[in-house]
């Protein structure tokens, strides 16, 4: 799954395990229609691992935590469970981690998705995923929305109680010591310990939460590297307007040009492949993406090929969108120069993102960028430069899907 992708539910008992290098605390909270839990009996956790329709199994450290749903015990009134993931050790991040949250049948053990939060940093505590009602049926979605402030942050934004310390007590005057140590943070128990005050306030988005280290458009034409991520967003705001995507190379060496093909690959929250917009095909899903054999002269030379991508106009099931450029007549692109990618405002002509692919492999095929639909709703672009063994759109399907 990827970031705000959802499945039906086939079963109506499912667990969620969460998977990390590390040991991880896994919670789940039981949340009426306004997003918050009825009281602190609706916190599921180590120290109460049973509430209605939802229960917690530890590991022991040897296997995964996990939080089983039965739907049809769930009361009137939930419409969501939600999945949380701390790591174990006092003040640690998800720098370094990847964890991955599988949902399973949990009368057989059969997995029925699994979902890892892509680019993590500065996050100690996650929301993974999401068991919700919707139209009298339940689905999971994958969510990925990472706390700064630990579970104490998520607790107290859906509704918990989180006791205060209580005020230390009055200390006599007298010549000022070394500065103290801090000791570290108690662990969060809202029932039985104390943390300190959080408070209750909406998380930022992903790629605009200060210090995350992510990149944004507020600062005006990004250049990325391979595998490098910028989200795009100015302002604090989604950029939901029409984009373009140029693409350019030169040959390698004197001689005829080559002839490449610049594509976008559109799929589903699955992986689905929904459509491709190529030179035999120049509009899909209802003209959100348009393909232009026009060459637009920009900084750096002039664009090949462009793909126009209104995002504000795409379906809402299409959640990723992947760039591709083949050579049809076969020649390898260690026979191109310069190849590159490049997205502009297609209102203002104004480069955003530029990504130039350094070096190249023996092959006819490869997937420059990628744009993938975040939770929350924006749009963040993935510098690719993989490269694969096909001359068409069609052979590229598979290898990008599994690139996303």
């Not at 993590?120 to 689905?139: C, D, F, H, Q, S």
């Not at 709703?377 to 599994?402: H, I, L, N, Y």
Request: hydrophobic share 40%; net charge negative; with cysteine.
């Amino acid at each position: 799954m990827t970031p705000g992708s959802n499945i039906p539910l086939p079963v109506s008992r499912v667990t969620v395990d969460v998977t990390a290098p590390v040991r991880l605390d896994v919670s789940g909270l039981l949340l009426t229609a306004d997003g918050k839990v009825r009281s602190d009996d609706d916190f599921i956790f180590y120290n109460q691992p049973a509430g209605p329709g939802v229960t917690y199994r530890s590991g022991g450290g040897t296997a995964p935590d996990a939080i089983t749903v039965d739907t049809t015990a769930v009361p009137p009134g939930i419409e969501k469970i939600v999945v949380t993931a701390s790591p174990d050790a006092a003040g640690q991040t998800f720098q370094g981690i990847e964890p991955t949250a599988t949902v399973r049948n949990a009368d057989d053990n059969a997995v029925l998705a699994t979902f890892t939060p892509p680019r993590l940093g500065t996050e100690t505590a996650l929301v993974v995923m999401e068991i919700y009602l919707r139209n009298g049926a339940w689905k999971a979605r994958a969510v990925g929305q990472g706390y700064a402030n630990g579970l104490a942050g998520i607790a107290t934004d859906f509704g918990v109680t989180v006791e205060e310390p209580a005020p230390a007590p009055a200390q006599p005057i007298a010549p000022p010591p070394a500065p103290p140590v801090t000791p570290p943070a108690p662990p969060l128990d809202p029932r039985t310990a104390a943390a300190p005050p959080v408070p209750a306030a909406p998380p930022a988005p992903p790629a605009a939460a200060p210090g995350s280290g992510k990149i944004n458009l507020d600062k005006g034409r990004v250049s990325l590297q391979k595998n490098q991520t910028v989200s795009l967003v100015k302002g604090g705001r989604p950029l939901l307007s029409q984009v373009k995507m140029g693409l350019g190379w030169e040959p390698a060496y004197r001689g005829k040009d080559i002839d490449l093909d610049a594509s976008v690959i559109a799929y589903g929250p699955q992986r689905n492949h929904i459509d491709s917009c190529y030179f035999g095909k120049l509009s899909i899903v209802n003209g959100a993406i348009k393909h232009s054999g026009d060459n637009l002269t920009g900084e750096g030379g002039g664009d090949d090929e462009v793909i126009v991508v209104d995002l504000g106009r795409l379906p809402q099931e299409v959640t990723g969108l992947v760039f591709t450029v083949n050579s049809f007549s076969g020649q390898k692109f260690t026979e191109v120069a310069k190849a590159y990618c490049r997205l502009l405002d297609a209102a203002t002509g104004e480069e955003l993102v530029r990504f130039d692919l350094t070096n190249a492999e023996a092959q006819t095929g490869v997937m420059m960028a990628k744009l993938i639909k975040q939770f929350s709703g924006e749009w963040e672009m993935t510098a690719m430069g993989d490269f694969v063994k096909s001359r068409t759109v069609r052979g590229m399907v598979k290898p990008a899907a599994q690139a996303l």
